[in-house]
């Protein structure tokens, strides 16, 4: 299944790929670099784009057989990372040719999730970002303005036009700073230092939008899929609404592999744990698998003794972990479910006991 595989190339794969496309661009790009070296960087771009190739047909295949479509944006950055190159192969000097593979920058945001997190993110501080990005237009004009008045005497050439000293003030603002034009009067001066201020000012409000805009936003996806994670659990359906978004705001997913040791036999025990997909076995007397729906780790969270058995992964677990303060909160607000825990607790503890 050659298109199956290929499909499934890695996200890495593609970032590794793409990554030595470009460097081979880069040299390309270098006057010393000719002859042998030359033609093999050249093979390595056309053995790139071959695997391109490869990847497009088989996504296409797949889409055909199956009626798995990958979004349109992710065909489109395979099309173009095939065809760019070969129209420019047949279309372009040989000079030029390979800069056309630098539409492979696009190839690792095929997969990448970051990169759709950041268009939410956007989309959703929009407003913000329009604000601030209008706060940075009117200080721009304003700072060229204000040079333009205070300089036009002393630097005609550099200072001569709004337009001309728009670039001081955009390179002032922004807290560049090149120093190809300067101020030169006293007044000029102090206006740069006020420009230079208020830029620092408009980047950390930029940054502080995203960053808070990037906050919620991981909180939100993480709320959405605990929710998913939580209604996999039985002993969850009990919750009422207002419940069981306090426990899935509380709860916390993990991974374990199987074979890996979740607790250990005598350790302090802060939290318990729910089974969403997997088994694990408790090594007592007689050891026990547990699988999803259920729970452990809540003896040590109730009692506060330590940890009653060594518990580890069956398989790969799915796993949900609740800490104690959480299952304070818990108690509180759906006795009915502490209840149980408690009880299970009880029950297991007298098996440990009494074997
Ligand atoms: P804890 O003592 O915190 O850590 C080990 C866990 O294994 C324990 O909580 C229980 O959740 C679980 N456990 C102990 N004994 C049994 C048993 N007999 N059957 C099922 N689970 C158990």
Request: charged share 15%; hydrophobic share 50%; aromatic share 8%.
């Amino acid at each position: 299944m050659p298109a199956m595989s290929f499909s499934k190339t890695s996200a890495l794969f593609n970032v590794l790929l793409a990554m030595t496309g470009l460097v081979a661009i880069a040299a390309l790009t270098t006057p010393t670099v000719q002859g042998h070296v030359r033609f093999a960087l050249e093979m390595l771009l056309a053995g790139i784009w071959t695997i391109y190739g490869l990847q497009l047909l088989a996504t296409l295949m797949l889409r055909q057989a199956t009626g798995v479509h990958d979004a349109i944006p992710a065909i489109a950055i395979d099309v173009l990372a095939v065809l760019l190159p070969l129209l420019a192969f047949l279309f372009v000097g040989r000079r030029d040719q390979s800069l056309y593979c630098a539409i492979w920058l696009l190839k690792p945001l095929r997969q990448s999730t970051f990169f759709r997190m950041m268009g939410r993110v956007i989309s959703n501080e929009a407003r913000n970002l329009i604000g601030v990005t209008s706060v940075f237009g009117i200080l721009l004009f304003a700072a060229s303005l204000a040079a333009y008045l205070l300089e036009r005497d002393v630097q005609p050439d550099r200072f001569g036009s709004i337009p001309q000293a728009m670039w001081w003030a955009v390179a002032t603002l922004s807290t560049t700073g090149y120093g190809d034009e300067i101020p030169q009067s006293l007044a000029g001066r102090i206006l740069g230092g006020l420009v230079m201020m208020s830029g620092i000012g408009i980047f950390a409000l930029w940054a502080g939008i995203l960053a808070t805009g990037f906050y919620e936003e991981v909180r939100r996806q993480d709320f959405v899929r605990n929710w998913q994670l939580v209604a996999a659990v039985p002993l969850f359906q009990k919750l009422g609404p207002a419940a069981l978004v306090e426990v899935v705001r509380a709860l916390r997913p993990r991974i374990v592999p199987a074979g890996a040791i979740i607790c250990r036999k005598g350790d302090r025990g802060d939290q318990m744990y729910f089974i969403v997909e997997g088994s694990v076995v408790v090594a007592t007397a007689n050891p026990v698998e547990i699988g999803a729906g259920s729970f452990f780790g809540e003896m040590a969270l109730i009692t506060g003794e330590p940890r009653s058995a060594t518990v580890t992964a069956a398989t790969e677990v799915s796993l949900l972990s609740l800490y104690s303060v959480d299952f304070q909160m818990m108690s509180t607000n759906s006795p009915e479910i502490a209840e149980i825990i408690r009880r299970t607790a009880l029950e297991r503890r007298s098996a440990v006991h009494g074997g």
